[in-house]
């Protein structure tokens, strides 16, 4: 129960990060008051995009960082205790982590930059980048079927 408990939350999160991208609230507001994030960053990222506010994007990061940093905790403590999960399909269950636990690895790459470039192209399925990356996804989600670790 505690690890799909720990499941739960950390996939909650990277929800809620993944959901900024897309105009959407996805900081608690105690990370908009701690790194004084103006809403309207959020809400019309282009400047942002554009590298024309630059501290807009310090404090996105920032709050970024640290629920990526949370998320990741929660996973991979469910990942040290997978073992309590039947086998079946109560561990395909699990899958959805290592969707997760890619776009985590990724976002740490971009220094948590959400709106970074790279981030979107993924979700396109007509450039290279979004090719790779669906060919690694499936390869890792393949992996963690065989093997029941994710």
């Known amino acids: 129960k505690e690890v799909v408990n720990c499941i739960g939350i950390g996939i909650g999160i990277i929800n809620s990060i993944r959901s900024i991208n897309t105009g959407q609230t996805g900081i608690p507001k105690d990370l908009v008051r701690k790194y004084k994030i103006n809403m309207n960053d ?18 996105i ?16 403590h469910a990942r040290l205790h997978q073992g309590v999960i039947p086998g079946g399909d109560a561990r395909s269950s699990l ?11 990724r976002l740490e790459k971009l220094d948590f930059d959400i709106f970074h470039e790279s981030l979107r192209d993924v979700e396109n399925v007509e450039s ?23």
């Open 42 to 59: 959020i809400n019309d990222p282009r400047p942002i995009i554009d590298g024309q506010n630059d501290d807009g994007k310090a404090a």
């Open 128 to 150: 290279l980048n979004g090719r790779l990356w669906r060919l690694g996804s499936m390869f890792y989600l393949w992996r963690a079927w065989l093997t029941g670790v994710f």
């Open 95 to 105: 899958l959805a982590v290592v969707s997760a636990l890619r776009y985590l690895e």
């Open 61 to 76: 990061q920032g709050a970024v960082r640290e629920m990526a940093l949370l998320a990741k905790e929660y996973l991979y």
